[in-house]
């Protein structure tokens, strides 16, 4: 959200009135007026539209973010007739699934058909390993690092042999994680790093890395440390204030970088020339995500605060006349996250809205569609970067006259800072969820056919920001404003364990109905 956008909608009560929760506690009395108008007027003057920084200095005004209800009634009718669905079920179309709409097997029934020669070729097929996967999401949670900084970014390679964490300590710690092992082998101390390193990314061949911060420059620094490469790579942007590039991803054929920035432009940099080669006007507002549709690298998505994602043909992209081949609305506020399926159809989108929406880039928006949109995010007048989701915007479950989306995904919270959201890896679970990090300190796993919450891993004290689900491993890593970066794998729980999963699970949900009442 601009500032702009933030000085129309600012409304200022009495100094000394008190704020109540959503279930409504009594809270401590409201921020100090003189400080935060202080604050206001600075930002004004230095006309800065910092998305995250602004979070960081007025953390200390966010209470603690209420956590929506599962939406036990989605809408699935757009889905039901989506090729995405016959294709995800006609895997797995001779098993048989439970009420969740997920494949329970039994391992004994499994085994038995094995020896009797029921399973093709004596032999699991990759489907039912993979459907056999899905039944045993992880859900206990092992700390591996504490730090003195809040994490921002924490991934896996593309083979899930090398990790990364990004915190506010300038630093970006390596780990090997080959083998079942997690062991740092390396530590690269980020330069012209502006309050935090905002986002990170592997190259396709997990040989160099690439991050950004408020910075006119990315930079590229070889992983393992052999040859020393730390390299700054100019973007050369346009506006004389503050830059910052909100995500970078690689091209996969490791040639180019593309960028989203605060100054609503996309950036494409040529590492074979070491160039900027594009620099288009994207969006209304800051881009906050960006990705490549498939390993063809030549569809681009980008997602903005207009709340509006747009689908750009990278062979046809010019700087002197900008034209996207597409658009998608629906969201009802800024997107914060986009994640590609990889197979040049599907991606999917995390909201301030407090959604995820799952898209086929196939299906586009009609032009009433992205007014309305437009419309939605232009009436908007609360900042998630530090207020509480309002309660209208938790209980607004309807969509906007035109929305293309196949299926909409609630249940977790977005405050405070650009929460990621992925699809599940292919090779364990055939992509069949959509999970996310949460401002409640849980990571939230979506089914991608049903809607529902599968899993709700509970565990940081603070905001997930960033999770990575191992590509070939059934174990997901989270990295959170707590300090710490943890790793969830798959523990069988004993009937007492059952019992009090069931009782905190019973007494969440009643917390969370209260909450929206």
Excluded at 296 to 308: A, E, H, M, T, Y
């Amino acid at each position: 959200m601009g500032l702009g956008r933030w000085n129309r909608t600012l409304r200022i009560e009495s100094a000394d009135r008190t704020m109540e929760s959503n279930s409504g506690r009594r809270l401590s009395p409201a921020p100090d007026l003189a400080r935060l108008l202080t604050y206001l007027i600075r930002r004004s003057n230095e006309d800065d539209d910092s998305e995250e920084e602004y979070s960081q200095n007025l953390e200390y005004f966010v209470p603690p973010p209420s956590v929506p209800a599962d939406d036990v009634n989605n809408d699935t009718s757009h889905l039901d007739t989506s090729e995405l669905k016959q294709e995800m079920l006609s895997d797995a179309c001779a098993l048989k699934f439970g009420r969740s709409g997920i494949w329970e097997p039994s391992l004994h029934q499994l085994l038995l058909q094995r020896e009797r020669g029921v399973v093709d070729r004596g032999d699991f097929r990759r489907a039912i390993c993979r459907s056999t996967s899905c039944c045993y999401v992880p859900n206990k949670m092992d700390v591996k690092e504490r730090y003195c900084n809040k994490v921002f970014c924490g991934t896996y390679s593309q083979s899930g042999d090398i990790f990364l964490s990004a915190c506010q300590d300038r630093q970006i710690r390596i780990y090997d994680t080959s083998k079942g092992k997690f062991k740092k082998f390396n530590t690269i101390h980020a330069l012209d790093v502006g309050w935090s390193i905002l986002d990170t990314c592997f190259s396709p061949d997990s040989r160099y890395l690439v991050y950004s911060s408020w910075s006119d420059y990315l930079h590229l620094c070889d992983v393992h440390g052999e040859h020393h490469v730390h390299q700054t790579l100019p973007l050369t942007p346009e506006s004389p204030h503050g830059f910052c590039i909100f995500s970078v991803v690689f091209s996969q054929d490791n040639k180019e970088l593309l960028g989203g920035a605060n100054d609503r432009r996309l950036y494409v940099y040529d590492l074979e020339r070491e160039v900027r080669t594009l620099c288009v006007e994207a969006h209304e507002d800051d881009v906050n995500a960006v990705s490549f549709a498939d390993e063809g690298s030549q569809i681009l998505f980008s997602g903005s605060d207009d709340g509006l994602c747009k689908i750009w043909d990278r062979r046809t992209l010019r700087e002197s006349d900008p034209r996207h081949v597409g658009i998608l609305a629906g969201h009802l506020d800024g997107i914060t996250f986009i994640d590609s399926r990889g197979d040049g159809r599907y991606l999917l989108s995390n909201s301030k809205d407090q959604s995820i929406k799952l898209w086929d880039m196939r299906h586009l928006s009609s032009k009433k569609a992205q007014d309305e949109t437009r419309q939605c995010v232009s009436r908007q007048n609360w900042d998630y970067r530090w207020q509480q989701v309002p309660r209208k915007v938790f209980r607004n479950r309807k969509k906007i006259p035109g929305d293309s989306s196949l299926m909409t995904y609630r249940g977790h919270t977005v405050l405070s800072t650009l929460i990621r959201a992925r699809f599940s890896p292919e090779f364990t679970t055939g992509q069949r969820f959509i999970y996310t990090g949460c401002a409640t300190g849980a990571i939230v796993v979506y089914d991608i056919l049903t809607g529902h919450i599968v899993k709700k891993l509970s565990g940081h004290k603070a905001c997930v920001r960033d999770i990575s689900w191992h590509p070939y491993n059934n174990s997901i890593m989270s990295s959170s404003w707590d300090c710490t970066i943890a790793q969830w794998s798959y523990l069988e729980m004993d009937g007492d364990d059952v019992k009090m999963a069931a009782r905190k699970s019973k007494k969440s949900k009643n917390h969370d109905s209260k909450d929206q009442t």
